[in-house]
């Protein structure tokens, strides 16, 4: 009876699939969805090689200073970076001065001692960095209609993030004379700007890192390149995604180690265990 | 019950027979986990599964609890206080993904038993209590992990949240209501956050008790083994301690090595970026996709695209979607061929390799995939295989098959020849 009852659900089931497919199939044939503009001109990130890559990689103080100072100079005028403190910079290597400076140079919400309003003040290292928009209104009002994301998680945030960042910011372009050929619709709005990293191609973002030299790198770094800022701006935000990710892989090595040599005592004992058994 | 031969406890230490009479714990585990368990000597690296699976267990519950220390469950800074954890609370990190990777792992591990299961026919009498059991076991954890998966409040916490619970709105009549009923609003927020905590702290310990039930129940007829002929004298079997705690020992080292090896050096590879993008009701994300270890199910809930005599597309790939693992309750007495172990079946055997495991993949895959063609074709003509098999083709190859000659006994098994199989006639 189960049996019976079964096979009747199991083809009901089945007939209910294939009807599906069949009809799926028909639609596909007659109605092929047609080509857009995203699915044939986006392009997945350029390849990113960063110190901090694969189980040996260790973050490039050196690399990241730079990435916040472009940061800094550059992409907090829109972005905020809600989920660092002044005092996690300490891990890029500022001294404990340095880390003051840097917090005091930022202007933070705080509290008229006297009079209870709001008001700001200079940022101190317990400090978050503050948000360049009140609210989203406001940030959209000054970004034609777009909310700049938070920058914290954002290279954990996107597909192969460090690369998609890197890739947005060298990527912007004319837009392509065959997309907006075959694509008359698809054509960039006015000022929105064409970007094949982007997954609608069209970002309310200017191109922010433009020309050599934008930012001052100090003595001893690398010349400020377009490229050059990109990367380095990339790899500080592999670091505000993950302050931790050093001590992660750092951890990982004596632990898998242990429990390599640990595994090998395991395999031995069973194998001493089991000599006089012969099992399977 | 067990076999007449298993060893007997016998404390000697005057504190241990003290303990025996007042509270015979020790002789329990004695019994259940220790040299008092017989277990069939021929057991395979697949019967390692059971524990490591429990070890999976006491792994998330004692990060979840830890972890719990440190959210805070709450629409408004559920997404922040996880980052509190990475960032701020110490080794917090290490919990974290210990945990969300702890989950995967579960689900590696939980795959691999139940597969176990099918290959070798552990679900047959006189075991089905255990399958039985372990098929409701398996629902909880999917509850549990979806319920987990919502509480970091990201995009696709929310999201996820909004396709599971919009499940039941299918449900003719009563569906709105009940959506409405389950996640306490019209969409999810706060209400269901809290609830979803509650429960996905509650739901582990059920899980417990429902393991130490399936462990119970396993005892009365003990364990099945890769020929899937009971145990028939003492030379089948070994005792538990210390040939299948050294074992197990050895198995559990394996999984440490490649659970840690994600866990310190890939913690997002199984994760999906929109989740560290906190929840936000107003933008949809571009896929909506859960977890892998529902990507199967997933797929067969998106595989019905139209509607089926009077049936709404939407309520048939729900109904699906369940029937697919209720099917799992069913099979004991679905699959009626009396011999056990796959490696006996030739027909059966065929349809698992070539049928059932290709189309749990393909299935699986698809679920990971949007939602456009060709994964839904695929999908489609996968879901129709998957229900063909349990309900239709599993029947009728027992009914057909041949099966091959089974050995006399375990110890024929191994030993090429059993000294009793003379004495005796073979069944």
């Not at chain 1, 019976?4 to 639609?27: E, H, K, P, Q, R």
């Not at chain 1, 009140?134 to 945030?157: E, G, Q, W």
């Not at chain 2, 290490?94 to 679900?123: D, K, T």
Request: glycine share 8%; aromatic share 16%.
């Amino acid at each position: 009876m189960i049996r019976l009852f079964g096979i009747l659900a199991g083809l009901f089931f089945s007939a209910a699939a294939l009807w599906a497919f069949g009809n799926g199939a028909v639609n596909y044939i007659t109605d092929p969805t047609a080509p857009t503009a995203e699915h044939e001109f986006h392009l997945l990130p350029k390849e990113l090689n960063l110190a901090s890559d694969g189980p040996f990689g260790k973050f490039d103080k050196q690399q990241l200073q730079r990435g916040f100072q472009v940061y800094k100079e550059v992409c907090s005028a829109c972005h905020s970076l809600r989920h660092v403190a002044f005092r996690d910079l300490a891990a890029l290597g500022y001294n404990e001065a340095e880390v003051k400076a840097i917090a005091a140079g930022f202007q933070v919400p705080g509290i008229d001692p006297a009079t209870g309003e709001t008001t700001t003040r200079p940022g101190l290292p317990i400090d978050y960095f503050p948000k360049p928009f009140a609210n989203d209104i406001a940030a959209r009002a000054a970004n034609n209609n777009a909310v700049p994301p938070d920058l914290s998680l954002i290279t954990k945030a996107r597909h192969e993030g460090p690369a998609y960042v890197y890739s947005l910011l060298t990527g912007f372009q004319d837009q392509p004379a065959e997309l907006v050929a075959k694509f008359p619709d698809a054509k960039t709005p006015n000022g929105l700007h064409y970007n094949p990293y982007f997954a609608n191609l069209n970002l309310a973002m200017a191109p922010p890192l433009t020309s050599e030299g934008q930012v001052a790198y100090g003595e001893g770094n690398p010349k400020p390149t377009v490229d050059r800022m990109a990367q380095d701006v990339s790899a500080f935000l592999v670091w505000t995604a993950e302050p931790s990710l050093d001590k992660r892989k750092q951890t990982g090595w004596p632990v898998l180690g242990f429990l390599l040599f640990a595994t090998v005592l395991a395999y031995l004992s069973k194998k001493e265990i089991w000599r006089d058994k012969k099992g399977h | 019950m067990s076999f007449p031969w298993a060893n007997h406890y016998e404390p000697k230490h005057p504190l241990m027979q003290w303990m025996d009479e007042k509270l015979p714990l020790p002789r329990f585990v004695y019994n259940a986990i220790g040299a008092g368990y017989p277990v069939p000597r021929n057991l395979n690296y697949f019967w390692n599964f059971g524990v490591l699976a429990g070890f999976c267990l006491v792994l998330q519950i004692v990060t979840g609890v830890i972890l719990a220390m440190h959210y805070a469950p709450n629409a408004l800074i559920a997404f922040d206080s996880t980052e509190h954890i990475m960032r701020d609370v110490n080794w917090g990190w290490l919990m974290r993904y210990a945990h969300a990777n702890g989950a995967s792992a579960f689900f590696v591990v939980v795959y691999l038993h139940i597969f176990r299961g099918f290959f070798f026919g552990s679900y047959k009498a006189p075991r089905e209590m255990i399958w039985l059991l372990g098929v409701v076991i398996f629902l909880l954890m999917m509850a549990t992990a979806f319920m987990g998966y919502v509480l970091p409040w990201g995009q696709m916490s929310f999201w996820g949240a909004k396709v599971i619970t919009g499940l039941f709105g299918a449900i003719p009549l009563v569906g709105e209501p009940l959506q409405q009923w389950l996640l306490g609003g019209f969409a999810p927020d706060n209400a269901a956050l809290n609830r979803f905590f509650s429960l996905h702290f509650l739901l582990p310990f059920v899980i417990a008790a429902v393991v130490i039930l399936h462990i119970w129940a396993l005892h009365i007829p003990g364990s099945s083994n890769p020929t899937g002929v009971e145990v028939k004298t003492e030379s089948d079997t070994v005792p538990f301690h210390p040939y299948y705690t050294a074992k197990d020992g050895f198995g559990l080292g394996v999984f440490l090595i490649l659970y840690c090896a994600m866990l310190f050096f890939l913690p997002n590879a199984l994760g999906h970026p929109d989740n560290y993008i906190p929840a936000n009701p107003m933008a949809t994300p571009a896929h909506i996709v859960p977890e892998w270890y529902f990507w199967p199910f997933y797929a067969i809930l998106r595989a019905f695209t139209f509607d089926f005599l009077f049936i709404p597309a939407k309520l048939m790939g729900v109904l699906a979607m369940f029937s697919s693992i209720l099917v799992w309750f069913f099979l004991p007495w679905l699959d009626t061929s009396p011999v056990r172990s796959g490696h006996y079946r030739p027909l059966f055997r065929k349809f698992f390799f070539f049928g059932l495991i290709p189309t749990v993949l393909v299935l699986g895959y698809c679920g990971g995939a949007p939602a456009v063609e060709p994964y839904v074709m695929i999908s489609q003509i996968a879901t129709a295989y998957y229900f063909l098999h349990f309900l239709v083709i599993l029947p009728l190859v027992s009914s057909i098959e041949r099966p091959e000659p089974l050995p006399y006994s375990i110890t024929e098994s191994v030993l090429g020849s059993d000294d009793n199989a003379d004495l005796k006639p073979a069944s």
